[in-house]
């Protein structure tokens, strides 16, 4: 059982370039959602999916698209990765129902040159 | 959106008890309070969660006062293992879709 599932682990863009972070879950949750984390700072939701076929806005959804491609599956893309972007990004999944907890992935670091 | 109130940093020796405080002044009545720490840039790792009740699980305690302001998480032997950053985060958002504000959490070194 692995939860859920991050890839790429790290990754180096240049700026402008575009790139799709992937994230799946094998716990059959309806609700998965994307974070990221700056050095030093907790963790800032950019978007979530309530359940599939669902996408809404989190605090810092600029620059950001997502894809729910199923129930297992939740992308993250970058059409034209900046410096700012720089980042860890974590990738979450749950139950969905009012009180269950959120499960994380082991991230994903980005550095944008 | 209830928030909530860390130290930024405490210290504690292995195999005694730790107890990190919050505050969450302006809960409301249907909110949980979720703790989740995360051990050095790894991804956060759920430890428990509770309404009103004290709850207990194989790896803590939470104890949430009765007029619902405030919390401890106890981890009743600190290892080394749990020096990490432990978050206390208020649940906000609706029934179907809630989301976690993440603070900066409370900086936990467990000394030998």
């Known amino acids: 059982n692995a939860g859920v599932t991050q890839t790429p682990k790290f990754q180096v863009l240049k700026t402008g370039q575009s790139m799709t972070l992937q994230c799946a879950q094998d716990?059959?949750?309806?609700?998965m959602y994307w974070y990221r984390q700056d050095p030093g700072m907790g963790l800032r939701l950019i978007y979530y999916s309530a359940s599939e076929g669902t996408t809404d806005k989190g605090e810092v959804p600029n620059g950001y698209n997502v894809s729910r491609l199923n129930k297992r599956e939740f992308s993250l893309r970058l059409e034209s990765a900046a410096p700012s972007q720089t980042s860890v990004y974590f990738c979450a999944s749950s139950i969905g129902n009012s009180n269950q907890p959120q499960h994380f992935g082991d991230g994903t670091r980005l550095s944008i040159l | 959106d209830a928030k909530t109130t860390q130290p930024p940093s405490m210290d504690c020796a292995e195999g005694r008890a730790a107890n990190l405080p919050c505050n969450h002044s302006t809960i409301s009545g249907n909110e949980y309070v979720y703790w989740y720490r995360q051990i050095h840039s790894q991804g956060p790792q759920y430890i428990i969660h509770?309404?009103?009740n004290n709850e207990t699980n194989e790896m803590a305690s939470l104890i949430i006062t009765e007029d619902r302001k405030s919390s401890t998480l106890i981890l009743p032997h600190a290892t080394l293992r749990d020096t990490a950053v432990y978050y206390c985060?208020?649940?906000?958002?609706?029934?179907?879709?809630?989301?976690?504000?993440f603070g900066a959490g409370t900086t936990v070194t467990v000394r030998a």
């Open positions: 509770g309404l009103k």
């Open positions: 716990m059959n949750h309806n609700s």
């Open positions: 985060i208020v649940r906000v958002g609706g029934s179907n879709d809630y989301k976690l504000s």
